[in-house]
């Protein structure tokens, strides 16, 4: 058997079923706030929770854009063209 060794589990919980909503919210809402306040790590800025990198990395490329390499660009372009799809920008 061939692969990387890697596996996933997922898991959905009725968290209603074992304490009101409510009451799970407002301790998930604790401990992120203490997870928030703990000491940094030198050469740190903040602490960031599962998640948060990628939704920052959403919020900067859909209010900037993406960054498309130069070695990438003709290739996408290319893509499109096969596609019938317009390429709405080209760097020269």
Do not use: C, W
Request: aromatic letters at 6%; hydrophobic letters at 40%.
């Amino acid at each position: 058997m061939s692969g990387t060794g890697t596996g996933h589990f997922f898991m959905a919980i009725g968290v209603a079923r074992f304490m009101p909503f409510e009451q799970y919210t407002a301790q998930v809402d604790a401990l992120v706030q203490t997870v928030k306040l703990a000491a940094l790590a030198p050469g740190t800025s903040s602490i960031l929770l599962p998640g948060e990198r990628e939704l920052l990395t959403e919020r900067t490329r859909r209010a900037n854009g993406i960054r498309i390499t130069p070695e990438l660009e003709p290739q996408l372009a290319e893509a499109a063209r096969l596609s019938g799809v317009e390429v709405p920008h080209q760097s020269a």
